[in-house]
């Protein structure tokens, strides 16, 4: 009975993860949606690229000022805010006359997704026991998967009317969702101890982790009343943790996933399925077997830990890539199979490993006092790179072909799997106070 997941707990990691589903909803979207966009407005390459791209400039304004935001006005404030974006960005998309009205709404889009891949993974972790703390931050990259694989069931629905104005209005849904769902949870006990409101801290306590000693919670006072500075990532002590934080944010993005995301759809018509909407049918098998395994990843993070999983998955992601760019190197009947069973096993890979693992440890790591400032410049590293990945990626086929472009990226796999075996420790089962306490 000691360890049973409060009720509560389980509520506010929903509601919060709704930012996660929309997330998602709005990374993948676009991979169906460009097909149309292309010829409605006679797009150039670089359009369609500053399409999907322009959404993650958003991500990095948002990211780089997020945590600052977090620390300051509370993580439940910055969800709010993440809902309002979407709102604003959904409601511009769907009445979008121009190139100019579609990239703007994608930026504002931008905003509210670089707000929620930090406040979100934040504010879960900040209301678990150590005991579920992976399982459930990880519901959070579970919420991801059922995000993309809604907008791939919603791309293929409206693909053969060519209604894209649907496919991006449909996040209205969980939006409001969110909204309302916000007004009945609270902040963490972590910002209520950073900002003196000691008793808040305890009445949530109670309510997510089971009572705590009031020891306990004066002993965090102590750890956390001062809040840090940006130049304290820079101290001896911050500085092993805040280079994990981005290392393992950086290289979940160049290991190639969100080329996938992105264009799939694309990926799949180079591999041979002519028409878009076989392409998008055949990107409906990615989004469920990366929701699929993501349920695999929830039941084993707490279980078999951190460090085996990224191993295991970024080993298989590296396989799968070389096996991808091989089957677009060679003429053979079926070679388009080949190509969708490739990514499938990469997308398994990914949603074992870095997909839920990389949020995890970005939200585990940091020092209180900083964690929002830190966690803020991670996923900031983290958009960074995914801005350069979908940016370059039709340049790199171009210029490469396709098969030796995801021979670059399997490269880079390589280079993941060393950075992880070397710098990044086992965190399962400890608590925040203790994971500090490791750095220290």
């Not at 972590?190 to 004066?218: C, D, N, Q, Y």
């Not at 077997?289 to 830990?305: F, K």
Request: aromatic fraction near 12%; include cysteine.
């Amino acid at each position: 009975m000691k360890d049973k997941l409060p009720a509560y707990t389980v509520f506010v990691s929903i509601i919060a993860a709704i930012g996660g589903l929309l997330f998602g909803y709005q990374t993948a979207v676009v991979s169906g949606a460009l097909l149309f966009l292309e010829g409605h407005f006679d797009l150039t390459t670089l359009q369609q690229q500053l399409v999907v791209s322009t959404l993650l400039i958003g991500a990095l304004i948002a990211a780089i000022l997020g945590g600052s935001f977090a620390d300051h006005f509370g993580r439940k404030t910055s969800l709010l805010v993440t809902s309002l974006l979407f709102l604003v960005g959904t409601y511009l998309l769907t009445g979008a006359n121009s190139v100019l009205e579609i990239l703007t709404g994608r930026f504002i889009i931008g905003l509210g997704i670089g707000l929620a891949s930090l406040v979100v993974p934040l504010y879960i972790a900040e209301m678990s026991p150590a005991k579920h703390r992976g399982m459930l931050v990880s519901f959070n990259q579970f919420a991801i998967t059922i995000g993309i694989l809604l907008a791939y069931i919603i791309n293929y629905y409206f693909s053969s009317s060519q209604d894209w104005r649907w496919m991006f209005g449909f996040a209205f849904i969980p939006a409001v969702l969110q909204l309302i769902g916000l007004y009945f949870i609270s902040d963490t006990p972590s910002w209520f101890i950073s900002h003196g409101k000691k008793a808040k801290a305890m009445e949530v306590l109670e309510k997510t982790r089971r009572p705590k000693k009031e020891e306990e919670v004066l002993q965090k006072t102590n750890i956390s009343r001062k809040e840090g500075r940006i130049k304290e990532l820079f101290n001896t002590k911050v500085k092993a943790p805040f280079l994990v934080g981005i290392g393992i944010s950086v290289f979940q993005q160049i290991t190639g996933i969100n080329i996938v995301i992105y264009y799939a759809p694309r990926i799949f018509q180079l591999a041979g399925f002519a028409t878009a909407e076989s392409a998008i049918s055949a990107t409906l098998s990615i989004g469920i077997i990366n929701v699929l395994m993501t349920i695999v990843a929830l039941w084993l993070i707490d279980r078999l830990g951190r460090r085996p999983l990224l191993i295991i998955g970024i080993a298989g992601m590296a396989a799968s890539l070389a096996v991808l760019g091989w089957s677009f190197l060679i003429e053979l009947e079926g070679i388009s199979y080949i190509a969708v069973g490739s990514v499938m096993v990469y997308v398994s890979f990914f949603a074992i490993s870095l997909g839920p693992i990389a949020w995890l440890i970005i939200s585990e790591i940091f020092p209180l006092k900083i964690r929002g400032r830190a966690m803020g410049i991670a996923v900031f590293a983290n958009w960074s790179a995914n801005y350069i990945v979908s940016l370059t990626f039709l340049t790199l086929v171009e210029i490469l072909g396709t098969g030796f472009t995801f021979w670059f990226y399997t490269t880079i796999c390589l280079l993941a799997l060393w950075f992880v075996i070397r710098k990044v420790p086992e965190t399962k089962g400890k608590t925040l106070e203790q994971i500090q306490n490791f750095w220290e």
